[in-house]
């Protein structure tokens, strides 16, 4: 069993940044894909990024260059920086994890999620 607990959400201006944690327990961790997803009220949870136990990240077209996923499998933990934020990025961010990588942008074939952390970007 893994458990995730996500955190550094807050408040920032358009343009700001903030940097997510996901802190895991469990001793697998290290073998495990990591994701981090959005969901925006009334719509869908979406792919933001994700890395695999090798350390390959993954991004959503839309994050490109303004986030970067990392992860310390020393502390269990996985990582997203945001850079450049935008009023389209607020969103409740969920960190999840599975143990496999096929179809990464797949929220469906996570197996493991946090409760979720609320990214606000104001103007």
């Known amino acids: 069993q893994v458990q995730l607990v996500e955190s550094g959400g807050g408040l920032v201006q358009a343009g700001g940044s903030l940097t997510l944690s996901c802190a895991a327990s469990?001793?697998?961790?290290?073998?495990?894909?990591m994701g981090w997803f959005l969901q925006a009220p009334g719509k869908e949870r979406e792919f933001v990024a994700a890395?695999?136990?090798?350390?390959?990240?993954y991004y959503a077209d839309s994050v490109k260059g303004r986030f970067t996923i990392s992860r310390d499998n020393a502390r269990n933990t996985v990582y997203l920086q945001m850079n450049s934020l935008k009023l389209e990025d607020t969103a409740v961010y969920y960190c999840a994890g599975r143990s496999t990588i096929r179809d990464i942008e797949r929220a469906s074939l996570y197996r493991y999620w946090g409760q979720g952390t609320q990214v606000t970007v104001s103007s």
């Open positions: 469990g001793r697998t961790f290290s073998t495990y894909t």
């Open positions: 890395i695999s136990w090798s350390g390959d990240a």
